[in-house]
C-alpha cells in the first residue's frame, strides 16, 4: 500500500490519507479511504467494468468509470445504478505517453484552477487501485442531493455540432465566440456568465488544456434558468501528446483581428485576450480586472507542482508549459488588420 503525506485532495502536506477539509468536500464528511479494494486491470473485473466505461478525452483516448460511495467505500457502479463519483483511472491506451500520470495532472490542474484562481470546479482528489496506480476521483456535478439528475447540455449539442454532419472531430468545430453567443442567448445574467468563461479560456491557455472543446463546456438547468455548469477536464495536455494551443478549431474567433504577435507564432499575446473580451461583450475594466491575476505566476502554483504526485520529470515539464505560455502572454503585440481566416 502507498504510504502518503499529503492529502491526495487538497495537497496539503502532514496527511496520511484525506484531510478533514478535503473529506467534507469530496465524501460529506464521511471517512472514507483513498485505497481501493480492486484494479482496473484485473481480468475478472473486465466484464463489470465495460458494462460501467465511458469515454472522455485526450481527446477521447481517456476512460473513465462511475462509482458509489458504500458503507464508506468507493466502489463501482452496478448496472442501472445511479452513481454519484466518476473515477479516471490510466488510459487503457498504453501509446499515450506517461499514460499513468495522467489521472494525477488533472487533479493537479483542477486544484491549481480552485484554489488559487477561484474557479468553480466539483470536488476532486486521487484514489489508488490495488495495484497501486493513481486514479482521478471527482464528485458527479450533475446529480443532486436526493439523486435526481440535473438537466445537463454541452455546447456541441447547443451549437448542433455531432459526428453525422461535422465529421468524427466535431466537438472541435467552431470557436470560443460561438460559446460566447450562446451563453447570452441561454443564461439571463450572461456577464458574470461571460466573465466565468474568459476566465476559463485564460487559464486553459496559460495551463497548456488544448483539449478544451465544446462538449469540455456545458450548461446546467436550475429551476427556470441555465448557469455555467461547474469547470471539469482541466488538464496540461501539453507534457503528454495534445500539442494543441487550443481545443477548437477557430480559436478565439475567426472575426478576431490578430495581434502581429499571434499571426507570426499562432500564440495569442495579452492584447489579443483584451480584443477577444471586448468581441464577446465585456467591458474594458473588467477584462483588465480578469487579466491580472494572471500578470504572474503565483508562487503557490509552483509549491502545488512540487507537492503533487507527478514524477520529477513530469514535474519540470509542466513548470516548462506554464512558464513559457506566459512569456508568450505578456509579449507586446500591434499591427492588428490580419484576421484568423
Known amino acids: 500500500m502507498k504510504e502518503l503525506y ?6 496539503a502536506l502532514g496527511y496520511k490519507t484525506y484531510s478533514p477539509v478535503a473529506l467534507k468536500r469530496l465524501f460529506g464528511g464521511k471517512k472514507v479511504s483513498p485505497f481501493l479494494d480492486f484494479s482496473f486491470e484485473e481480468h475478472n ?34 448496472r442501472n445504478e445511479q452513481s ?15 499514460r499513468a500520470k495522467l489521472p494525477v495532472n488533472e487533479h493537479l490542474t483542477m486544484q491549481i484552477a480552485s484554489q488559487i484562481y477561484k474557479i468553480e470546479t466539483p470536488a476532486n482528489g486521487l484514489c489508488f487501485a490495488s495495484d497501486g496506480q493513481p486514479v482521478y476521483i471527482t464528485r458527479r456535478f450533475d446529480i443532486n442531493t436526493d439523486g435526481s439528475k440535473i438537466a445537463q447540455e454541452d455546447f456541441a449539442v447547443l451549437l448542433k455540432k455531432n459526428e453525422l454532419s461535422d465529421g468524427t ?10 460559446i460566447a453567443e450562446k451563453v447570452k442567448q441561454y443564461i439571463p445574467a450572461w456577464h458574470i456568465a461571460l466573465e466565468r468563461l474568459f476566465q476559463l479560456i485564460l487559464f486553459n491557455y496559460l495551463y497548456g488544456n488544448g483539449c478544451a472543446h465544446l462538449k469540455n463546456f ?6 427556470e434558468d441555465y448557469l455555467l455548469s461547474p469547470t471539469y477536464d482541466l488538464l496540461n495536455t501539453a507534457i503528454h501528446i495534445d500539442k494543441n494551443i487550443f481545443g477548437l478549431e477557430d480559436e478565439l474567433s475567426p472575426a478576431l483581428e490578430k495581434s502581429n504577435v499571434y499571426a507570426q507564432s499562432g500564440y495569442p499575446c495579452k492584447i489579443d485576450f483584451i480584443h477577444f473580451g471586448e468581441l464577446i461583450g465585456l467591458k474594458a475594466k473588467r477584462i483588465e480586472k480578469i487579466l491580472n491575476p ?16 507527478l514524477n520529477s520529470n513530469m514535474k519540470q515539464n509542466y513548470r516548462h508549459v506554464i512558464l513559457e505560455r506566459h512569456c508568450r ?9 490580419i484576421r484568423l481566416i
Open 6 to 11: 499529503i492529502c491526495p485532495s487538497t495537497l
Open 218 to 223: 456545458s450548461l446546467q438547468r436550475k429551476g
Open 45 to 78: 473485473n473486465r466484464q463489470e467494468i465495460f458494462h460501467n466505461m465511458g469515454h472522455t478525452s485526450i481527446s477521447g483516448l481517456h476512460e473513465k468509470f462511475f462509482g458509489v460511495l458504500d458503507r464508506n467505500h468507493i466502489r463501482l457502479a452496478k
Open 84 to 98: 454519484t463519483y466518476i473515477l479516471k483511472p490510466a488510459p487503457w491506451n498504453y501509446s499515450l505517453p506517461m
Open 329 to 337: 502572454f505578456l509579449r507586446k503585440g500591434d499591427s492588428y488588420g
Open 169 to 178: 472531430h466535431f466537438k472541435h468545430k467552431g470557436s470560443y465566440a460561438l
Open 294 to 309: 494572471f500578470m504572474e505566476i503565483p508562487t503557490e502554483v509552483f509549491s502545488m507542482i512540487d507537492r503533487s504526485f
